[in-house]
């Protein structure tokens, strides 16, 4: 019988996931080791495979799996971290998400719909902080204009120019479009559309969104084939770990992803890791029904990173700073820096939680986290290169490579760190910085060290936006 898009189960069978699960309670050691030889070859894993990885507990075992994890972060993402910072346009919103601050019956929370003028505002001082990349965030109910006021509110990000700085991304974060409209979104010249399933678990997910559209799994879970339809080419899914077994939900994930490959020829963009944070306002964000520990967390983003190698994973500051750490080598290609989850929050500078979604992990400002990331020995990048030149959906998939990774985004990484030490930095961050550039350029082969190096003499000769 042909199937159609109301036909979900096709995207996510939990009668596969539930058998795959049952076979696999315990790892066999030598199971085990096959599945990380076969990940370091960088072609990826099958459901089985990450089904074999999920319960390893044996200290060794669990070495080796973040050692796999490690080699395959290295090998294809090199020492980069891509940086962003989230803009939370509006706080109000029509549904009943019960772990989430912003739901429609939270009394305890101040709402607010920033005018174009106060986007703008914030916009001027993400950019004077040095970032180039914003992730639009949004609840699911907008002002009197409808789906146009976030339309319009990317028009003003990209407008607002301040020094030599502006931003060249803008990442969107917000509820589930129709076909027409993801085509004006992507008309509104987006970087990556973001939109996490929550949880993938059918009757979880119908307790845990008690009111609104989004009370509607399908809806939710057949947007990304939407927007890819509408030719948005990089979409981000996610869940959110801690109202679900994780095992459970990164097989389904593992499933939306296969959907996707089947359907468009390529995959995810990026996956994101949240794990549920205390909220005002609600029971469950504070008493996760399936909590994650910080072990089973760096499992989490070290299986993903060997099942899906070429897709970003992103990294938030719902997280510590140390977690964040951690993370960063076992896979973590991009993170958020100085965040605030209030509308308003970076004119307000201050941590509101009275508007603000959830409680933040890592309260560093921008600098402090780059100099940090760069001590650790990691090339903060701000670079916007490939989605400017059209290097989209496959095509990045193909650029993602690793020898092709080296030619072009190891010098655009530089080369945009570099206009952030010159612009924006501290100066303990500044040297920092010089000081592992000083390190890094040695260590590039010698066609990529020209590239890079006259890529860096050009920033240095006041020149901006210089990538390849
Ligand atoms: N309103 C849109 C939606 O729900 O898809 C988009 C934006 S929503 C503000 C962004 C994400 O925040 C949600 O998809 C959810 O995963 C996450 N989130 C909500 N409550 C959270 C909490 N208490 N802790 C951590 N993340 C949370
Ligand atoms: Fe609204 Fe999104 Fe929060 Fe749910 S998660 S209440 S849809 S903002």
């Known amino acids: 019988m042909k199937k159609t898009m109301e036909d979900t189960d096709f995207i996510i069978q939990e009668t596969e996931i539930d058998h795959i699960l049952s076979k696999k309670i315990a790892s066999d050691a030598a199971q085990v080791r096959d599945v990380l030889a076969k990940a370091r070859e960088l072609k990826g894993l099958s459901l089985e495979n990450v089904a074999v990885l999920a319960p390893v507990s044996d200290p060794d075992l669990l070495s080796e799996l973040f050692a796999a994890a490690r080699y395959v972060k290295e090998t294809i993402y090199g020492q980069r971290l891509v940086i962003f910072a989230p803009l939370y346009i509006s706080n109000f919103c029509k549904n009943e998400c019960t772990y989430c601050a912003f739901r429609v019956r939270n009394p305890l929370v101040q709402r607010r719909a920033l005018t174009q003028a106060e986007i703008a505002r914030e916009v001027q001082i993400l950019i004077e902080q040095g970032h180039k990349r914003i992730l639009l965030v949004a609840g699911e109910s907008y002002p009197d204009e409808g789906f146009p006021y976030v339309l319009h509110a990317i028009d003003t990000i990209y407008s607002v ?24 979104l992507k008309d509104a010249k987006i970087g990556t559309y973001q939109l996490f399933q929550e949880t993938y678990h059918g009757d979880t997910y119908k307790k845990v969104h008690l009111g609104g559209k989004k009370r509607d799994y399908n809806w939710r879970v057949t947007a990304m ?25 990164i097989l389904a994930m593992m499933q939306h992803i296969r959907h996707l490959e089947d359907r468009f020829g390529v995959g995810p963009h990026t996956i994101s890791v949240p794990r549920l944070e205390p909220a005002t306002g609600s029971d469950i964000a504070a008493q996760p029904p399936f909590p994650v520990s910080d072990l089973d967390f760096r499992k989490i983003v070290a299986i993903l990173r060997l099942a899906v190698p070429y897709t970003g994973i992103i990294m938030s500051t719902r997280e510590t700073p140390n977690i964040r750490r951690e993370t960063f080598a076992l896979g973590v290609s991009q993170i958020s820096a100085g965040s605030r989850t209030n509308p308003g929050g970076y004119f307000e500078d201050e941590e509101e939680l009275a508007g603000g979604q959830f409680s933040l992990g890592d309260h560093r400002p921008l600098d402090e986290v780059i100099r940090d990331v760069a001590t650790l020995g990691y090339i903060p990048s701000f670079c916007t290169a490939c989605y400017r030149l059209g290097r989209t959906g496959a095509d990045f998939m193909d650029l993602a490579k690793p020898g092709e ?50 890529m860096l003499d050009r920033i240095r000769a006041g020149k901006r936006d210089v990538f390849c």
Not at 165 to 182: D, K, M, Q, S, Y
Not at 227 to 248: K, S
Request: aromatic share 8%; glycine share 8%.
């Open 225 to 249: 084939d939407r927007a890819m339809e509408a030719g948005i080419n990089d979409v981000g899914i996610g869940v959110l770990f801690g109202l679900f077994d994780w095992r459970f939900e």
């Open 405 to 454: 990774i080296k030619e072009h985004c190891d010098p655009n990484a530089l080369s945009t760190f570099l206009e952030y030490l010159m612009d924006y930095a501290t100066p303990e961050t500044g040297q920092e910085g010089e000081t592992l550039i000083a390190r890094v350029l040695p260590q590039m082969t010698g066609k990529q060290q020209k590239i890079s190096q006259k």
């Open 161 to 184: 120019k301040s020094k030599n700085g502006e931003i060249r991304r803008v990442n969107v974060n917000i509820a589930p479009l129709t076909l027409a409209e993801f085509k004006e």
